[in-house]
Nanobody, 125 residues
Framework: QLQLVESGGDRVQPGASLRLSCAAS????????IGWFRQAPGKEREEVSC????????TYVDSVRGRAAISRDTANATVYLQMNNLKPEDTAVYYC??????????????????WGQGTQVTVSS
């Protein structure tokens, strides 16, 4: 399993933007699929955005589509999740996950074996 290091979570006001980062030494190539998931208190973990290996497929949950963008920076071995126009309902612990060679049509958390420790995002006025 990979060691994933997440960062970028913060407490912000509605309408603000955040960029979450997920770093791993193996991310210098596009061979890994990456998923961002979140879990709010009392709720089940849900997919936010995923990108397959070689960037073949990118998915977003309906609630963030148009406000979020997943991207890779292979030079810095980091995957980002840019979140704009944040809403209180985006409040959750955000986790990144990785799986080598994964292709998918629909992204599911059980596709991924390596997980980060999570980063807290709180959106509140």
């Amino acid at each position: 399993q990979l060691q994933l290091v997440e960062s970028g979570g913060d407490r912000v006001q509605p309408g603000a933007s955040l960029r979450l980062s997920c770093a791993a030494s193996e991310f210098t190539s596009r061979n890994y699929a990456i998923g961002w998931f979140r879990q709010a208190p009392g709720k089940e973990r849900e997919e936010v955005s995923c990108i397959s290996r070689s960037d073949v497929t990118t998915t977003y949950v309906d609630s963030v589509r148009g406000r979020a963008a997943i991207s890779r920076d292979t030079a810095n071995a980091t995957v980002y999740l840019q979140m704009n126009n944040l809403k209180p309902e985006d409040t959750a612990v955000y986790y990144c996950a990785a799986e080598f060679g994964l292709l998918f049509a629909v992204c599911r958390s059980d596709f991924f074996r390596s997980w980060g420790q999570g980063t807290q995002v709180t959106v509140s006025s």
